[in-house]
Structures are given as structure tokens and as C-alpha cells.
């Protein structure tokens, strides 16, 4: 197995930019930071001239009309969708198509939380969320990045949070915690890869523990990864578009 090998001033970065596609998003990331641009004209030199022209080689600088993020919804669905409905579609206490925009907003302000309109990766990004915030959920690692993505009527349809910590136990506990949870409200994950325990996520560089759940209306994923020089752990939680009753499988 080939051992990859980061610069310490990229692995920093990287630590800090993770998201929900793991190393190749936090790539992403890093190429969108100052440092980072020679690596993203490298990137776009390797690219069709069209797509480089539009600035990010892969697109995630241009923001989607709401009819683009619902056709990326449903194709997201078409890919993800499991079988049976969830018993419940759990968020980080938020629920999935009933939390407004401007609630969610009155809520980090309530509390402190400075949300802007960032370039990707949603509508929203929340950052530094205390865990005190979540009460019930038993976390231990607060979120230093929350995204956050509302349909067309302006409803919550998806949300991603990051955390990070320098030592593994606080990432461990709350990626336990968040499966415990999912598993016990929505239903049992549909693939699990490690424990997450913090003596497997020491073992080394990109060591990796995860759960992914799918249902018929909701979606999640949980991913927590040592970094070299941090831990971070990635949530996921989507709500799915409504199923037809002619694309419902057949018993």
C-alpha cells in the first residue's frame, strides 16, 4: 500500500477544510485558499479548457437556481435512496423540511453563532457551534463548520456538519454518540466500517471509521478520520425528495 505523504503546512490546512467527501473535498478546499491557488490553476490547466474557464475546474464556486438543487437532490436519491422509510429523520435536533431559514437564523443568533453565505457547500455556513448547544445528543466535539441547505420554499433539506480536534477522544465519543442516535430514531445503518474507537483512529495517517444510513425519505452519513496532526469527523444528514408511488419497489 502506497503511504501518502502531505506537507505539514498543507496537512494544516487540510485539517481545517474537510468536508463530506473526505481527502478529495479537503483538497478542494485547500485549492480554494490563498496558498492553495497554484494548486487550483494546476488543477484547471489539467481540466477542459471549458470548465476552467468558469473559475473552480469542478464547479463548486457557482451557486445552483433552486430547480438545479432540486435536480441535484433527486439525483443524489436516485443514487442513495434505500427502501423503507426512517423512523425518524434526526439533524442535530433541526428537522429536516420544517426548519426555516430565518429560524435557524434566529437561533444562532440566540446563541452566538455567526452564520454567513459562503461560496459552496450550502446556503449557510455556521461556524464554531458549541456542543452545549446540542443537549441530549451527548457530543463532546463542538462543530467548527455547519452547513446548511434549504429547498425551494425555503425549508432545511440538508446539513453538514465538521468538527476537529487534536485529540481523537472528543470526535470518537460524539461520531459514537451520533450513530447511537441515528440508529436508535431513524433505523440501523445500512454499511459500517470501524468503531471509531480512539485507540483505531491512532493506528495512523487517513485511518478511518464511518456508518451510512439510507432510507426511503432520509439519508446520513457519519465519517470521522485521523488527519496526521487532528481528527475530524463529518455528519450528514439529507432529507430525500418524496417517492412516487410508481417508483415505490414492489413486495
Known amino acids: 500500500m502506497t503511504r501518502i505523504v502531505l506537507p505539514r503546512g498543507v496537512r494544516r490546512v487540510l485539517v481545517s477544510t474537510v468536508g463530506v467527501a473526505g481527502l478529495f473535498t479537503a483538497v478542494m478546499g485547500f485549492a480554494h485558499t490563498p496558498s492553495g491557488r497554484p494548486l487550483l490553476k494546476w488543477m484547471g490547466m489539467s481540466m477542459p479548457q471549458a470548465a476552467s474557464a468558469a473559475g473552480c475546474p469542478l464547479g463548486y464556486d457557482v451557486k445552483q437556481s ?51 453565505v459562503p461560496r459552496s457547500q450550502g446556503d449557510l455556513d455556521c461556524e464554531e457551534v458549541p456542543a452545549a448547544l446540542f443537549p441530549g445528543l451527548k457530543r463532546e466535539a463542538s462543530i467548527r463548520n455547519m452547513w446548511v441547505t434549504f429547498g425551494a420554499d425555503g425549508r432545511l433539506v440538508s446539513l453538514i456538519a465538521v468538527s476537529r480536534a487534536v485529540d481523537p477522544a472528543p470526535v470518537s465519543a460524539t461520531f459514537r454518540a451520533a450513530n447511537v442516535t441515528l440508529a436508535t430514531l431513524a433505523g440501523p445503518p445500512m454499511m459500517q466500517a470501524g468503531d471509531g474507537s480512539v485507540e483505531e483512529l491512532r493506528q495512523g495517517l487517513l485511518r478511518q471509521a464511518s456508518a451510512e444510513y439510507r432510507f426511503q425519505d432520509f439519508y446520513a452519513l457519519t465519517r470521522v478520520t485521523n488527519m496526521g496532526d487532528g481528527f475530524v469527523l463529518t455528519e450528514e444528514y439529507r432529507a430525500l425528495p418524496k417517492v412516487a408511488a410508481r417508483e415505490l419497489p414492489s413486495r
Open 66 to 116: 433552486p430547480e438545479q438543487k432540486e435536480a441535484a437532490r433527486e439525483r443524489f436519491a436516485a443514487t442513495y435512496r434505500g427502501e423503507s422509510p426512517a423512523l425518524a429523520r434526526p439533524a442535530l435536533g433541526f428537522d429536516l423540511e420544517q426548519t426555516t431559514r430565518d429560524s435557524l437564523l434566529a437561533w444562532a443568533e440566540a446563541h452566538g453563532v455567526k452564520c454567513s
